[in-house]
C-alpha cells in the first residue's frame, strides 16, 4: 500500500481544511487507515482513525471539530478540520494498519509523506 496526502495549508483560526489522502496497491479496503500530526520536538500522535470496537476515535483535542471520514470506493480518507487552533499547527501524514486492529491497538507501519497545516493566530 502506498498513501499520498493532499490538502495542507496556511489558515486563520477558527478557519477549516480538508485533508484527503488516497491509498494505492490493493484494490480491498480491509485495513485500516489513519491521520497522525507531528510538531517539532513532540512525538507523533495518533488523531483519528477507526477505533477497537469499529468507532471512529479522535484525540481528545480534536474531538468535535475534526471528522474523520473513508471512501472506500476511492480508497481514501479525509480529516475534516474545522475550528482550527494555532496548536494544530503541523505535518499531518495518513497512516495505514493492514492488520487492521482498531485504535489503540494499531499497528500503523505504512505512512505516507506529510502535509503541513499552519495555522495562525
Known amino acids: 500500500v502506498q498513501l499520498q496526502a493532499f490538502g495542507g495549508g496556511l489558515v486563520q483560526a477558527g478557519g477549516s481544511l480538508r485533508l484527503s489522502c488516497a491509498a494505492s496497491g490493493r484494490t480491498d479496503s480491509n485495513y485500516d487507515m489513519g491521520w497522525f500530526r507531528e510538531t517539532p520536538g513532540k512525538a507523533r500522535e495518533f488523531v483519528a482513525g477507526?477505533?477497537?470496537?469499529?468507532?471512529?476515535a479522535y484525540a481528545d483535542d480534536v474531538m468535535g471539530r475534526f471528522t474523520f471520514s473513508r471512501d472506500n470506493a476511492k480508497n481514501t480518507i479525509y480529516l475534516q478540520m474545522n475550528n482550527l487552533k494555532p496548536e494544530d499547527t503541523a505535518v499531518y501524514y495518513c497512516?495505514?494498519?493492514?492488520?487492521?486492529?482498531?485504535?489503540?491497538?494499531?499497528?500503523?507501519?505504512?505512512w505516507g509523506q506529510g502535509t503541513q497545516v499552519t495555522v495562525s493566530s
Open positions: 497512516a495505514a494498519d493492514l492488520v487492521g486492529s482498531g485504535w489503540p491497538k494499531s499497528r500503523y507501519d505504512i
Open positions: 477507526r477505533g477497537w470496537g469499529g468507532r471512529i
